[in-house]
């Protein structure tokens, strides 16, 4: 009986202890630090300085502003882009579909860093796309596309791609053929039935897909340091130097929880737009 009883807390404690040591642990840690003051040489102490926060929020606005509209701009085009792959693949890659989907995981073996690297060569201003433009005139001399928000947004919306299209693929693959056909007995036209039928019901891939481009491409600091400069930095920037290049820990602590509540409101925010409990509900049919 005891056993029993044990049976389902036994079962939870792997993950429950890994959890508490690599989630739980490291929050209240840097949630320490961000309350401490001091220096690397005399080094920090536990003061409840609160003031950290009011002072990395208008220090680096500018920062966190951008990185939330980079993330909601690459998220908008990600699903521009995303949906029509997903429901191609869902709906007439047939037999080839894994082929497909492997496919488009394929370049994503390669690192997260080289990968971007590699964007920064072929975007150079005699890489393989404006070279060969302004070497036809097309293009005046001084055009250039590394530096701007378009190649940190390009970026973001390349690395983050996959995480878009396979939760929208999960949700049209589960949708049932006949009542795709049944709109179409009722004399819907295909735009009709699309919006009517296989949009609402592909809500939950949407609402999946958005959580997990939203809040990495806005945190993210690799495309920025990339592809960018530095009218173009964001928030992950500003706290990877804090960290690591200026060793003030509290700042760059402070920043992290502010850019966290910042995204888990937004997450909130449009959970509570969308209808959490309607996506729910279409997923569970």
Not at 119 to 125: M, N
Not at 145 to 173: C, K, Q, R, S
Not at 205 to 218: D, I, K, R
Not at 224 to 231: H, K, M, T
């Amino acid at each position: 009986m005891l056993r029993r009883r044990l049976a389902p807390y036994l079962l939870v404690l792997p993950g429950g202890l890994w959890l508490l040591l690599f989630f739980v642990v490291p929050m209240v840690t840097m949630l320490s630090l961000s309350l401490q003051e001091g220096d690397v040489v005399t080094g920090y102490a536990f003061t409840g300085h609160w003031q950290t926060y009011a002072d990395a929020i208008v220090n680096y606005r500018t920062q966190l502003v951008r990185s939330l509209a980079y993330g909601a701009v690459t998220t908008l085009i990600l699903i521009v882009l995303a949906f029509p792959v997903a429901y191609w693949i869902a709906f007439y890659a047939g037999r080839r579909k894994a082929t497909y989907l492997f496919l488009l995981l394929l370049p994503f073996f390669v690192s997260f860093v080289l990968r971007t690297i590699s964007w920064r060569q072929i975007l150079t201003d005699d890489g393989m796309v404006l070279g060969p433009l302004k070497h036809l005139g097309l293009l005046s001399s001084s055009a250039h596309i590394l530096g701007t928000p378009a190649a940190v947004i390009g970026g973001l919306a390349y690395n983050f791609l996959p995480f878009m299209v396979l939760p929208i693929y999960v949700a049209l693959e589960r949708i049932d053929p006949r009542v795709v056909e049944a709109a179409r007995d009722l004399y819907a036209d295909p735009a009709t039935a699309f919006r009517k039928v296989i949009f609402p019901l592909a809500l939950p891939g949407v609402f999946a897909g958005v959580l997990m481009t939203f809040v990495p491409a806005s945190s993210d600091y690799v495309n920025s340091a990339v592809l960018g400069s530095s009218s173009t930095t964001m928030i992950g920037q500003v706290i990877q130097s804090q960290y690591l290049t200026s060793s003030n820990y509290p700042t760059a602590s402070a920043l992290s929880f502010t850019l966290m509540a910042v995204l888990l409101i937004g997450v909130f925010a449009y959970a509570r737009a969308l209808g959490t409990e309607d996506v729910m509900k279409v997923a569970a049919r």
